[in-house]
């Protein structure tokens, strides 16, 4: 079974776990070389999930996937959170950080250029609107984006933290962290350890 399948059946089973957790899921990969790769997925919440739930996600899918024999040798399950720079994939993520600056990297040259760099607007009947740092404002077509990631911004960062704040949620919980977990293949795969780190997209 090729890895993009893996993927997409991984997708499938983790949906359902993570709409019970309150959580949802913006990326399942499969990547790494050698006999064990790794099995990375991103969830999010909508004040950003934390290390509590991505562990009680990772226990919850570990479960699952020992159900299924979708790997053939052994594999690191990673669960985290999208980081502070995340990628954008679905035009529910553009409509959602509309306001946000964002850079864009687009399939062809659009007046001989490909990189943008801007503030989204949201979508305008289904089109990525973007107003873009020289003033100019473009919509593109979510099969012309090749690439789309939120910059870091420090005023937005700044609001960022005062939110966290009046939510309670500690330095520990932040974005961009998670779980990773070896499993074997087959049933009774059990977590030898776990540890932080942060999602590399």
Do not use: W
Not at 1 to 14: C, K
Not at 48 to 66: M, N, P, Q, Y
């Amino acid at each position: 079974m090729r890895r993009q399948e893996i993927a997409e059946q991984v997708a499938t089973l983790a949906g359902p776990i993570a709409l019970r957790l309150g959580l949802e899921v913006v990326g399942v990969e499969l990547v790494g070389a050698g006999r064990r790769p790794i099995l990375r997925v991103l969830i999010d919440r909508g004040v950003g999930a934390g290390v509590e739930d991505c562990a009680r996600f990772s226990e919850a899918l570990s479960r699952e996937l020992d159900l299924y024999d979708l790997f053939a040798d052994r594999y690191t399950l990673e669960v985290a959170s999208p980081g502070l720079d995340r990628a954008l994939h679905r035009p529910a993520d553009f409509a959602r950080f509309s306001g946000r600056a964002v850079a864009i990297t687009t399939v062809e040259p659009i007046d001989g250029q490909r990189r943008f760099r801007g503030h989204l607007l949201g979508l305008v009947n289904g089109l990525v609107d973007v107003r873009l740092d020289d003033g100019r404002e473009i919509r593109l077509g979510h099969e012309q984006i090749a690439q789309a990631r939120l910059v870091v911004d420090e005023a937005e960062l700044r609001q960022d933290l005062k939110r966290s704040r009046a939510t309670g949620k500690g330095p520990a919980d932040r974005p961009g962290m998670g779980t990773g977990t070896p499993h074997a293949p087959g049933a009774g795969s059990t977590a030898t350890h776990m540890r932080l780190g942060v999602s590399g997209e």
